[in-house]
């Protein structure tokens, strides 16, 4: 009896926990959606009547239009470079035992423990005394001084746990490097590649603090256009844009789930019971 | 061990990591100057000669509001990150103790989907929960522990909680982590000599977590301590945080000597000391 009761207390608490925990995680966000749908004129809770007006209102806001353009180009540009380059360095550093003990693993994570206000601040500082004032070249390599290290440590988990046996056994068989590239490597290393692609997209496309330092009396990023926004009108017209965001954001989970698998991406393996 | 350069056609694989090697290049290029700038008085290049000057640093860390500031700072760094931590042990068990798949992808999701939407969605769905007509107060008013609804934003308790919001997803993720590797069969060895399932958490799952658990508090803390965004709308001008400052000497002052030393200190506030904090905590466990 007594460790029954101790066993579903365990449970209780356990499950108790974990539900407060979650509330705590959506509550903010399944509030703001709740608000966008409410007919209150500013935002209030709970939210009194229905109406789709807000959602009316923001597909006519124009001051947008061009952030979203620019930041989806951005991201795009962002992704490719930081995807490529961050997945062949995970590769190499995979295969390379020289490379692993030269620190150069430590090098390329080291901007992911550093505050982007101060890598955005240095990043400017270096720009300005160099001359570079076009704000393209300045945000996509802001951008991905930031995003790349997160797509190398994803690629790398995944890099070192790619089956080198197959690669022989191709070369066994007689296939030259090239088809051993083409064929069985970049197949392998594919999930890497589009998964690291997708969150450096991701993470490009939501960065303020780096843009707003290095787009200084340029480019407007996406971002930026909205924190300028919501210095001046808090509304449920923002409460609308915010929805739209959460479930794009789903949106680009439910693709990476698809690509490469969530579990994988974070380190749980899945396993065989 | 085959090695790899006796195949022949084997690739360079220096070369593969030159991509990236230049596109981190002004990262550090940055990272260097950022150090050499905190030492010129600006505007630089006054008749042609620069000032160096320790006046920068000495404005960062002993000017009476910047300590204030940075002491506030330090302070939310250890609350969020022991906080954060905390909140996540319970969630990362959950996940890598699911017992069915679509339980474990949904608190995936749930850690996921806050962790990835705009930092400043985030910071105004937090503003919709913490002001005077949103959530808190709603409940507040209902169950009468508060008479009139009041605003919590602007205030350390509204930074400290929506610094908390963002970090918990990384605690979790990293916490996760850790758990996932650790194997289960240890705890049901316990359970099957007759512990119950207090104990198997207290005595064998947990201080087998501590590691995780202490470096989530940690990088919690170094997260919270270059708060940015959460302290400058959820905080306002009353509580600002290091970062504000900074940010404020680069777009009001133009002045990048100071912002430059105080970026300094951050960082050293930061990564220093979630460091020492990490030797001493080793020392003291004896490890």
Redesign the interface.
Not at chain 2, 107 to 114: E, M, N, R, S, V
Not at chain 2, 124 to 129: G, I, K, N, P, S
């Given at each position: 009896m007594v460790a029954r009761s101790l066993r579903s207390s365990f449970s209780i608490v356990g499950v108790a926990a974990i539900v407060f925990v979650c509330s705590f995680l959506v509550l903010p966000l399944a509030v703001i959606i709740g608000s966008s749908f409410g007919t209150d004129a500013f935002l209030k809770f709970p939210p009194r009547g229905l109406t789709l007006s807000w959602y009316n209102k923001m597909l006519h806001l124009r001051e947008f239009v061009t952030p979203l353009g620019i930041s989806l180009r951005l991201g795009a540009i962002v992704a490719l470079f930081s995807g490529i380059a961050g997945t062949l360095a995970a590769f190499a550093l995979a295969r390379s035992p020289y490379l692993r003990r030269s620190g150069i693993e430590a090098a390329f994570l080291l901007p992911i423990v550093l505050p982007s206000l101060v890598i955005g601040l240095s990043l400017l500082v270096l720009f300005n005394l160099l001359g570079i004032n076009n704000t393209w070249i300045t945000l996509i390599l802001g951008h991905v001084a930031v995003t790349m290290p997160l797509v190398f440590q994803t690629a790398c988990s995944l890099a070192t746990t790619l089956n080198r046996d197959i690669e022989f056994a191709a070369m066994t068989l007689g296939a030259p490097p090239r088809t051993v590239i083409t064929r069985i490597v970049l197949p392998l290393l594919r999930p890497a590649l589009v998964g690291g692609m997708i969150m450096a997209f991701a993470l490009s496309f939501d960065e303020f603090v780096i843009s707003i330092l290095l787009s200084q009396g340029g480019i407007t990023t996406f971002p930026v256009a909205l924190f300028t926004y919501m210095r001046f009108s808090v509304n449920p017209t923002l409460a609308a844009i915010s929805t739209a965001l959460i479930f794009g954001t789903c949106l680009v989970v439910l693709v990476l789930h698809r690509a490469v698998g969530l579990d994988m991406l974070f380190g749980l393996k899945r396993q065989n019971r | 061990m085959?090695d790899?350069s006796r195949?022949?056609?084997?690739?360079r694989?220096?070369l593969?990591?030159l991509?990236?090697?230049i596109?981190?290049a002004?990262?550090?290029?940055?990272?260097t100057?950022?150090g050499a700038?905190s030492f010129v008085e600006y505007p630089a290049l006054r008749d042609g000669i620069i000032n160096i000057t320790l006046n920068n640093y000495e404005l960062a860390l002993l000017d009476s509001f910047n300590f204030e500031v940075l002491l506030r700072t330090i302070r939310l760094g250890l609350v969020v990150g022991a906080l954060s931590a905390v909140?996540?042990t319970?969630?990362a068990?959950?996940?890598?103790r699911a017992s069915r798949r679509d339980l474990?992808?949904t608190?995936?999701?749930?850690?996921?989907?806050?962790f990835?939407?705009?930092?400043?969605?985030?910071v105004?769905?937090?503003?919709?929960?913490l002001?005077r007509?949103?959530?808190l107060?709603?409940v507040l008013v209902n169950i009468r522990i508060v008479d009139r609804p009041s605003s919590f934003l602007r205030s350390e308790f509204a930074v400290v909680m929506g610094q908390t919001?963002f970090v918990?997803?990384f605690a979790i993720?990293i916490i996760?982590?850790l758990m996932?590797?650790l194997n289960e069969n240890i705890e049901h060895a316990a359970s099957t000599l007759g512990a119950?399932?207090?104990q198997v958490?207290f005595k064998v799952t947990l201080p087998r977590l501590y590691p995780a658990i202490f470096s989530a508090g940690l990088?919690g803390y170094?997260l919270s301590?270059?708060a940015?965004?959460v302290p400058l709308?959820l905080g306002g001008d009353q509580y600002k945080m290091y970062?504000n400052l900074?940010?404020d000497q680069?777009a009001f002052r133009g002045d990048?000597g100071r912002?430059?030393a105080m970026?300094v200190v951050?960082?050293i506030v930061?990564?220093a000391l979630a460091e020492l904090l990490r030797l001493a905590v080793r020392r003291i466990a004896g490890r």
């Open positions: - | 085959i790899a195949f022949p056609g084997a690739p694989y220096g593969l990591v991509p990236a090697g596109l981190f002004p990262f550090y290029a940055a990272m100057l950022i700038i909140l996540a319970p969630m068990y959950g996940i890598a474990q992808l608190l995936i999701l749930l850690t996921i989907i806050p990835l939407v705009n930092a400043l969605v985030r105004f769905a937090l503003t919709t929960v002001g007509e949103g959530f107060n709603f919001y918990v997803p993720l996760t982590a996932a590797k119950g399932p207090w958490f990088i170094a301590v270059s940015f965004v709308i970062s900074i940010f680069v990048f912002a430059a970026a951050l960082l930061s990564v």
